[in-house]
């Protein structure tokens, strides 16, 4: 075994090097380096070539590390040996950068052979705070089912007796020669577990480079498959779901035993890996006598948040162990809600790439029409995928109707620019259930109202995303305006009446009677005779996207303004109220505290929010519920819809959503003309 010598005792993440030489062009690739490394200059070149270069860096064993140790040596300098952290990524290293990188000073965490920073911070005390930090962590990584790589599907794998979980590593792998193990270690490994466990399963985990065929294991899986007691678990499982269930867990020198701990399970270990020689697993081998008892919240303190440095995922900067795990816990989250296989049906080219993201963890198959889909039914598929109400007819013939259908629409914090210009959308909703807009059915939104247990916790979140959307002016397409908007002077109570595209499903499933915008106009009018009433175009109609409704070209006879070129939020900030029949201004004008009358029957009506006229008794019995206004918000902007990031195209929150609105609100607004000439051709979803 080639050791690398190290330079330096002191912790580099106290007093960091100056300048820092890296020679690895593999390095230099990693997206996310800069960041991890950002508290030090870096410097790309194969030799030292400036005078205030003070360290090199090596990455664990590889053989560019090699070359680097020697550069260091040669020149004096430390080296400091990085390497992934223990909590990775989403994908594996192939497909997705490091969220996670471990610095060290002296050695490097998987070399038990020499001391290693990460041994120095596990040793240390902690403080009582610290220890409660370290358990919210352990907590966190069970709650969010994370580990080091994250990609995988949840299972639910079912052995038909109790089992210990023993875990397999590639031939080669450095750390099993530093960890003082060799191949034996994974036969005695395997033998223990059956002696030990005598009335279970071992159930043995092989690595998924093995499964691939890229790498070679250290067992005859032809001679262990007749073996009464053991089963090869060779498929592509998230190794929580075979930790979680298992009596004990053995291994050489894999992570998965640091995992294992943090599951709170009975730790076998054939190697000297990091955690293991702390007294809190039981050891094949003796420990290097650097190593003495601990507990567990030191070695997760140590491991997670002193060792290691993290990154978010969207914004590029340094974060922190909790919000990597919290990001990774939402992906693994979001990417289970829907089967593996899916057919989209009648979406446009341009919409493709978009469901693809939305339904990121589910493969997408795409169809036409109704004869695609009956091919792609007769060789299975799990889910249906449809825009809105728009195939219908389609769905109603044959056995179409036996499969599961979700529908899609646009989000309520949608994008910068009309989605009618192809702009691309930050959140969209999915609905097993219905869609929000037809009240003739429930959908998953108005099942959320109406039984939801909302939590304090929940509230106080709603309340400061409310807050910072007006704040911000935050509305669903954040067109910018080129004039500001004065209300009348005088007393009279000024109502604004938006506009609505009369073909949209909205109204067509919405409302009971009223369907024309300028029977609207003309029953606010008969309501209120005295009132100054603003009628506002819907910004698709003012953009030539969508036809100009039946008759609406006479407006003024019922309304005193028509305004188009002012912005919703400044026209919400200067109105007394707003009447809508089933627009989604109704639910923003609430969100700023407006008085809302309704014609129609949107999904915020019927809740004791709003001056309800239009309502059917079906729609007023299934909603009977009293909800308070951050309740709506709570289940309209957090629970119902999905954001997924136009920075990372994975998935995020209604808040991060907000902070990408307003950086996209900042850079150029303009549409580009042939965006604008695609809009005109692409007209269905």
């Not at 400091?80 to 490091?98: A, Q």
Request: hydrophobic share 40%.
């Amino acid at each position: 075994m080639i050791l690398i010598a190290h330079y330096a005792t002191r912790d580099v993440s106290a007093s960091p090097c100056r300048k820092l030489l890296i020679t690895s062009a593999g390095v230099k690739r990693t997206s996310t380096i800069s960041a991890l490394l950002s508290d030090v200059e870096l410097v790309y070149a194969k030799r030292v070539t400036d005078p205030e270069i003070d360290a090199v860096l090596g990455w664990g064993r590889r053989p560019s590390a090699i070359k680097a140790a020697k550069i260091a040596s040669n020149n004096g300098l430390k080296l400091l040996t990085v390497e992934d952290g223990f909590i990775r990524s989403l994908g594996l290293g192939g497909d997705d950068p490091p969220l996670s990188l471990v610095v060290d000073d002296l050695g490097i965490f998987y070399d038990a052979t020499i001391p290693s920073r990460l041994e120095v911070q596990i040793a240390e005390d902690i403080t009582h705070q610290e220890a409660e930090r370290a358990q919210k962590l352990r907590e966190a990584w069970v709650r969010a089912r994370v580990s080091k790589y994250n990609g995988f599907r949840r299972t639910h794998p079912v052995y038909e007796k109790p089992y210990v979980l023993a875990i397999d590593q590639t031939k080669g792998d450095a750390s099993i020669l530093a960890g003082l193990a060799d191949a034996g270690s994974f036969e005695r490994m395997l033998q223990a577990a059956l002696d030990e466990h005598p009335d279970a399963l071992v159930i043995l985990k092989i690595h998924p480079e093995v499964v691939a065929g890229n790498k070679r294991g250290h067992f005859d899986l032809a001679a262990l498959s007749d073996h009464p007691r053991v089963r090869i678990s060779s498929e592509q499982v998230h190794l929580p779901d075979l930790v979680e269930h298992a009596k004990a867990v053995y291994v050489v020198t894999s992570q998965v035993g640091f995992e294992a701990l943090l599951w709170d399970k009975p730790v076998r270990v054939f190697g000297m890996p990091f955690y293991g020689g702390w007294s809190l697993t039981k050891d094949d081998l003796p420990p290097p006598t650097r190593r003495k008892p601990i507990s567990l919240n030191q070695l997760i303190f140590g491991a997670l948040v002193k060792y290691t440095r993290y990154v978010d995922p969207e914004t590029m900067r340094r974060s922190t162990p909790e919000k990597v795990i919290a990001w990774l816990g939402l992906q693994r989250k979001m990417r289970e809600r829907f089967p593996e296989k899916i057919t989209a049906l009648g979406f446009s080219k341009w919409k493709e790439p978009f469901l693809k993201d939305f339904f990121q963890g589910s493969g997408v198959s795409f169809v036409s029409d109704s004869t695609a889909l009956a091919k792609q039914v007769a060789v299975g598929t799990s889910l249906l995928a449809v825009w809105g109400r728009k195939q219908d007819e389609t769905l109603a013939q044959g056995h179409h109707q036996s499969i599961p259908t979700v529908r899609i629409e646009d989000g309520f914090l949608r994008s910068v620019g009309l989605g009618a210009h192809l702009t691309r959308p930050l959140s969209w909703v999915q609905d097993p259930v219905g869609i929000y807009y037809d009240a003739n059915v429930p959908s998953a939104l108005e099942q959320t109202l109406a039984h939801y247990d909302f939590d304090d916790a929940l509230r106080l979140r709603a309340a400061a995303l409310r807050s910072r959307i007006l704040s911000l002016g935050i509305t669903k397409y954040n067109l910018s305006a080129q004039r500001i908007w004065d209300r009348p002077l005088g007393d009279r109570r000024v109502i604004l009446v938006p506009g609505q595209v009369e073909s949209d499903a909205s109204i067509r499933f919405g409302s009971a009677s009223i369907r024309r915008n300028i029977d609207m106009l003309a029953a606010v009018r008969t309501a209120c005779p005295e009132s100054y009433i603003v009628y506002k175009p819907h910004p698709d109609v003012y953009a030539n996207l969508r036809d100009v409704g039946e008759g609406e070209s006479r407006a003024l006879e019922f309304c005193d303004v028509v305004v188009n070129d002012v912005s919703m939020d400044a026209l919400l900030g200067s109105v007394d109220e707003v009447h809508t029949l089933t627009s989604l201004t109704g639910f923003e004008a609430l969100m700023r505290g407006k008085p809302v009358t309704v014609y129609g029957q949107p999904f915020y009506a019927g809740w004791r929010l709003t001056q309800d006229i239009g309502l059917t008794t079906a729609v007023r019995n299934r909603r009977q519920r009293v909800l308070t206004l951050d309740e709506l918000v709570a289940a309209t902007l957090i629970l119902y819809p999905t954001y997924v990031s136009r920075v990372t195209g994975r998935f995020t929150s209604p808040e991060r959503a907000l902070d990408e609105l307003v950086e996209w609100r900042t850079e150029s607004p303009h549409v580009p003309g042939w965006r604008r000439w695609l809009a005109q051709i692409f007209r269905k979803p």
